[in-house]
């Protein structure tokens, strides 16, 4: 049910809402006593009367959302609820709102958002920046030294006391709770960097784990700091190129601020089209959007927060029926959109209308039932004609809604679909990392995690690890051979061949970055033209990547390599 829900709320707001930047990430960081001090304070000057989550609640399902995962408390401790085990809490007497008539801000929130009949998710930090136990082991992000477990294992265990009576008391004293969204680990490393899963830890997780289902058995658990026991994977300002495997969300801010609660003068909003296909493109590949407001201190919602939810819900009053419970695509690429699926209907997002006003659905093998606009009302049925391997639709020439229109397709059976990896219709050919076969124990491709980009081709450090393409090429000629990648200054200077039929082209890698080490949030990634190959004949061929050798630990991060047509 979580996953058909599809469209979901998430809201970053507390006291530390006060500052420009929200949520103070260089606490941790701060030298002087009278530093954390004024930090930790800012509850004392916390007072948002205009708060009304009914407000937020009716915005939010007019939006076409189906949920909400609200912060209950972030890294820094503050508690949006009445907490009985810490005074960094809204109730608190020296906390202004603690005057008003309910000061509980959550048991406000959960109520006004049930009383839409939208779903109710609880965000909670592992971390806690205040807690004098939890505080020692929460002075990083993510890089938590796992050392202080074994030195200190009577503070570890308050602090795990800590956490598990805060999470006991939100699952007891609010109502049915349907999703709890856990953020960061705890002790992951043993100081040096490298992944490290403290026995300890292990064990305090999976038993936490265990009580929260036995509270309550349909508790939908995201997978941050819980072993393996999470329901779902939580990309994090991204959407993987691939989707992931299992049940994902993807957690995206409305704004291009930085991070999920900025104000300052710079920041700036995504628009309808961003983000309408945001959502189009995560349904495609099977996952969920929770898309990310920063209400004001005092409570109300930006204009642009209320703007742009507005627009989403107007597309999602069309166009909804394609994104609440269907399925990812069947389809490898589709150059002029993307595909939603529920049972034998189609749902064609088309981004860029044809210019002819004929849509080409390729590979599609099922018989046509009937096409028609999901925006007309009287279903008028669209012609569709075979053409060899595809179907055509044609959709005239308007484009009924600029930021994405629908076409729904109904076929005889389930999809079956020839993905085989062709030309777009310039030509051009990529070759997507994901979509490579890889022969040698090395090699791998990395999807990505959180904020960690992924989507290359990873720890090339082999001369027998070989990467290979299978693809039909329609239109021949003459092509030049380019490599989408990234690369550190030290791994730059590996020699490395490329192989299609009984042409070759040798290559020396080049760094895209002066960096020693490559940013995982956003790789730094070049072009790199190798020269020109030839297809004499249309026909099914086979591209190969093998290291000549590897002057350090990795040849380089592959994203694709792209066959640009050099002639007509």
């Known amino acids: ?43 004392k000057t916390f007072n948002p009367v205009k708060y009304d989550p009914r407000v937020w609640a009716k915005t939010a399902k007019d939006a076409g959302m ?15 609820y009445d907490t009985e085990f810490t005074n960094l809490k809204v109730t608190n007497p020296e906390c202004p709102y603690s005057k008003s008539h309910n000061p509980d801000i959550l048991k406000q929130l959960t109520d ?141 801010t409305i704004s291009n601020g930085r991070g999920f609660w900025y104000k300052g003068k ?17 349904a495609s590949k099977g996952g969920n959007f929770l898309l990310n407001v920063g209400p004001n201190p ?30 990812q695509t069947v389809f490898r690429k589709l150059d002029w959109g993307r595909c939603t699926i529920k049972d034998q209907t189609l749902y064609l997002h088309v981004y860029n209308w044809p210019q002819d006003g004929k849509l080409r659905v390729p590979g599609l093998k099922n018989k046509i039932e009937t096409a028609y606009l999901l925006s007309d009302p009287e279903k ?15 959709v005239g ?24 990896i062709r030309q777009n219709k310039n030509g051009l050919l990529e070759l997507r990392a994901w979509e490579a076969k890889i022969d040698g124990k090395n090699a791998n491709y990395v999807l990505g995690w959180g904020t960690r980009e992924g989507d290359y081709i990873d720890n090339w450090s082999s001369r027998q690890d070989k990467i290979k393409w299978e693809f039909l090429i329609e239109k021949p000629g003459q092509f030049r051979v380019d490599l989408n990648y990234a690369c550190t200054k030290p791994n730059a200077g590996s020699r490395f061949k490329v192989v299609v039929g009984n042409q070759s082209l040798a290559g020396i890698v080049k760094p895209t970055t002066k960096k020693k080490r490559i940013t995982m949030r956003k790789p730094e990634l070049s072009s790199y033209s190798l020269g020109d190959i030839e297809f004499e004949k249309a026909g099914v061929y086979k591209l190969s990547i093998t290291p000549e050798n590897i002057k350090s630990n990795n040849l380089m991060l ?3 390599v792209i066959l640009q047509p050099l002639t007509e």
């Open 266 to 282: 710079d920041v700036t909003y995504k628009s309808k089209k961003e983000l309408v296909r945001m959502l189009i493109d995560i």
């Open 397 to 420: 020439m308007q484009m009924p809604d600029a930021s994405a229109s629908v076409v729904v397709l109904k076929i005889t059976g389930s999809p079956e679909v020839d993905n085989q």
């Open 558 to 560: 592959l994203r694709s």
């Open 1 to 43: 049910e979580w996953n058909d829900w599809k469209f979901g709320m998430f809201i970053h707001w507390g006291a530390w809402s006060q500052t420009e930047i929200g949520y103070i990430w260089h606490i941790t960081r701060e030298q002087t006593p009278e530093e954390r001090i004024k930090s930790f304070d800012l509850y």
């Open 380 to 394: 008028k049925p669209l012609p569709t004609t075979k053409e060899a391997l595809d179907v055509i639709i044609e």
């Open 112 to 252: 006004a958002y049930r009383a839409e009949g939208l779903a109710v998710g609880l965000y909670f930090s592992h971390i806690d920046w205040h807690h004098p136990a939890a505080a020692p082991f929460s002075t990083s992000h993510w890089n938590f030294n796992a050392k202080l477990l074994d030195s200190q294992p009577k503070l570890w265990k308050e602090a795990m006391d800590f956490e598990r009576g805060q999470v006991r008391e939100l699952l007891s004293n609010y109502g049915e709770i349907d999703i709890f969204w856990f953020d960061i680990r705890w002790p992951s490393s043993r100081g040096n960097g490298e992944p490290y899963e403290h026995p300890r830890v292990k064990k305090d997780m999976t038993d936490l784990v265990k009580m929260m289902r036995v509270m309550n058995p349909d508790l939908i658990i995201n997978n941050r700091g819980v072993n393996l026991h999470g329901d779902f994977a939580t990309p994090e300002q991204r959407i993987p190129a691939m989707g992931f495997p299992g049940y994902w969300e993807s957690n995206i």
């Open 298 to 327: 005092d409570g109300t919602l930006t204009p642009m927060e209320i703007e742009r939810l507005r627009d989403m819900g107007d597309w999602m009053k069309v166009n909804g029926e394609s994104i609440y419970g269907t399925t």
């Open 66 to 80: 189906r949920y909400v995962v609200f912060t209950t408390k972030h890294h820094d401790g503050f508690c949006n």
